[in-house]
């Protein structure tokens, strides 16, 4: 602003025009109590507040307030016509700056000086930034459950959490992701996402594949849920390997993820025959269970509890150290039947390895259905560590190595 101080018995007031201010900067912000993009939809232009005009006296204007847009957790910004990856929100409160307000001009008396001292000058105020994204959700979850469609993942999402999932006999109930909450004794929590059945293919779009499977790339553990009685004509070994080729066509990263194996619908005649060759093709020995009735829904929940428990530890599972320098001591997690037959199988195991060590039995689960089987190993290199994990899982008897 350009103005003159006109005051009585000031007859050199001189330049008194004050400073415009910036106008508001946008920000997205996680908030963990939204979990859909929806919303923007409906309201695709967001602006902030423009910054208020000097006065006279000097007086400066009011900066632009602020706008925050809340985004879910897990939310990407890509810039619409490059696609240039701009930023991400990932945790609860977590702001990006995305867009910021032009800066305020300048009053005519910042420019008065010695021998400049009636200055008419001053400056235009900027124009803010303006930006059009592209916003994508990739869900924060700890668990991504994923399997073919009617493989009973929604069935499976409400027995372990409160979250409710459209359930029904035929394929695609689940057409977008669900996030659920599994709660332990102790309070802590994990969070299982439920992605829609995926089909072959999906690497490639197909199926809205790219739309399911950009949701996996955040979990830290996949959990394969695996439908045991040949639902449709299908052969559960051959799910399996689509399902891990099509992970690692999609993201190379994925297919070095830990993972475990659920093995369900257990109860349908003809299952046993297909468990039977799917632990021979695959080398696999999955958790068993019936969803349904709940049978099994225990042991996946100590499963997991014992999975990211370790890997809040100073050591971590052997699975898990992809970065670690060898020779490193790592922790074995053995949950088992039958402790006596084996602890002393796997004993056998550790000395034909070299190994002095032994196992020693540790809680066993809150159902009361197997023991869990402790030991720390020198290993010298990662496919020795390899080897001993598979070695143990064959053990009959063995549910799953951690």
Do not use: W
Not at 34 to 61: E, M, N, T, V
Not at 223 to 243: K, Y
Not at 267 to 285: A, H, W
Not at 309 to 329: N, V
Request: proline share 5%.
């Amino acid at each position: 602003m350009s103005c003159f101080r006109r005051e009585k018995y000031v007859p050199y007031g001189g330049p008194d025009g004050g400073d415009g201010a910036r106008g508001g900067h946008v920000y997205l912000k996680a908030c963990k109590d939204i979990d859909s993009l929806l919303p923007l939809y409906f309201r695709p232009i967001q602006k902030a507040p423009k910054g208020g005009r000097g006065g006279s006296k000097k007086r400066h204007g009011r900066t632009g307030e602020d706008l925050y847009i809340a985004v879910p957790c897990g939310t990407v910004a890509l810039d619409f016509e490059s696609g240039d990856f701009i930023g991400e929100t990932l945790q609860d409160g977590q702001e990006l700056l995305i867009a910021q307000g032009g800066e305020g001009g300048l009053g005519n008396c910042r420019f008065a000086t010695s021998s400049h001292q009636a200055p008419t000058e001053y400056t235009l105020g900027e124009p803010g930034k303006q930006k059009i994204l592209r916003l994508e959700l990739k869900l924060v979850a700890d668990v991504g459950l994923v399997g073919y469609p009617n493989a009973g993942k929604s069935t499976l999402v409400r027995k372990l959490t409160n979250a409710r999932p459209k359930v029904a006999s035929y394929p695609f109930t689940t057409l977008n992701p669900i996030i659920g909450t599994i709660q332990f004794e102790d309070m802590s929590q994990i969070r299982i996402a439920d992605i829609p059945g995926l089909i072959d293919g999906a690497h490639e779009g197909i199926g809205l594949g790219h739309e399911f499977l950009r949701h996996i790339e955040r979990t830290s553990l996949l959990a394969f849920m695996i439908d045991m009685a040949g639902t449709d004509g299908r052969n559960p070994s051959d799910d399996f390997l689509q399902l891990r080729n099509e992970l690692r066509l999609y993201d190379e990263q994925l297919a070095e993820r830990p993972y475990i194996v659920l093995a369900n619908k257990l109860d349908v005649p003809g299952s046993d025959t297909f468990l039977d060759e799917f632990k021979k093709r695959t080398g696999e020995n999955p958790l068993e269970l019936i969803a349904e009735i709940g049978e099994g829904i225990n042991e996946v929940k100590d499963i997991l509890y014992d999975r990211f428990q370790s890997r809040r530890g100073d050591i971590g599972t052997m699975s898990e150290k992809t970065d670690m320098l060898f020779p490193a001591r790592c922790h074995i997690k053995v949950i088992a039947h039958d402790a006596d037959m084996v602890q002393g199988r796997i004993d056998k195991v550790l000395g034909e390895f070299g190994f002095t060590e032994r196992v020693t039995p540790g809680n066993r689960s809150a159902s009361g259905t197997y023991l869990t089987f402790n030991v720390s190993l020198m290993v010298i290199s990662r496919e020795q560590m390899r080897s001993i994990d598979k070695a143990i899982c064959c053990i009959e008897g063995v549910r799953m190595v951690l």
